[in-house]
T-cell receptor
Framework: DAKTTQPTSMDCAEGRAANLPCNHS???????VYWYRQIHSQGPQYIIH???NNETNEMASLIITEDRKSSTLILPHATLRDTAVYYC??????????????FGTGTQLKVEL | NAGVMQNPRHLVRRRGQEARLRCSPM?????VYWYRQLPEEGLKFMVY????????ESGMPKERFSAEFPKEGPSILRIQQVVRGDSAAYFC???????????FGSGTQLSVL
């Protein structure tokens, strides 16, 4: 699976949009971009994933550049409860080997009043 | 619709004892993954199982650790003769299919005295 690079930490004011970038310049054509987050001491929580097109769900939006070398996770109206470590993970598919996730160090997002 | 259930939530063992961690996947899920998170570190993949089969155990330590996912009942991660370095949070995740997104449990915090 391709390596991803994320900023170590970011701050965001409550109510504002949080934009979390991720670089995955060596991503291959069959690799999806997955985002998970981990709130302190809890298990990781799935947020969203995509291959080529932008995606949106009730939690967030995922914007993937046309060349797929980078993406941005957008939390449209961040709240204090969104404070967490956010992981961007490139995952190959159709290998039959399962959806094994390789967690890096992620981005520590701190939402403040 | 219950999520991934792990128990116990906290487990304390003395050096040399055995630890057994249990994971009940989400209803209908037949794929289980175990991850370990050492203090102040990221999550590391340990093992991927389907019902009655170990598919990928590339992240499992060679000795003292074993995992099973029987036809009936929860998945079990077993650590024999625990040492202080085994103290960590152990997370289980399940998925519906081979390349489907993972849902994580709340973890078991193992403390070895």
């Amino acid at each position: 699976d391709a390596k991803t690079t994320q900023p170590t930490s970011m701050d965001c004011a409550e109510g504002r949009a949080a934009n979390l970038p991720c670089n995955h310049s060596t991503i291959s054509g069959n690799e999806y971009v997955y985002w998970y987050r981990q709130i302190h001491s809890q298990g990781p929580q799935y947020i969203i994933h995509g291959l080529k097109n932008n995606e949106t769900n009730e939690m967030a939006s995922l914007i993937i550049t046309e060349d797929r070398k980078s993406s941005t996770l957008i939390l449209p109206h961040a709240t204090l409860r969104d404070t967490a470590v956010y992981y961007c993970i490139a995952v190959g598919t159709l290998t039959g080997g399962g959806n094994k996730l390789t967690f890096g160090t992620g981005t520590q997002l701190k939402v403040e009043l | 619709n219950a999520g991934v259930m792990q128990n116990p939530r906290h487990l304390v063992r003395r050096r040399g004892q055995e630890a057994r961690l249990r994971c009940s996947p989400m209803k209908g899920h037949s794929h289980v993954y175990w991850y370990r998170q050492l203090p102040e570190e990221g999550l590391k993949f340990m093992v991927y199982l389907q019902k009655e089969n170990i598919i990928d155990e590339s992240g499992m330590p060679k000795e003292r650790f074993s995992a099973e996912f029987p036809k009936e009942g929860p998945s079990i991660l077993r650590i024999q003769q625990v040492v202080r370095g085994d103290s960590a949070a152990y997370f289980c995740a399940s998925s519906l299919g081979t390349d489907e997104k993972l849902f994580f449990g709340s973890g078991t915090q193992l403390s070895v005295l």
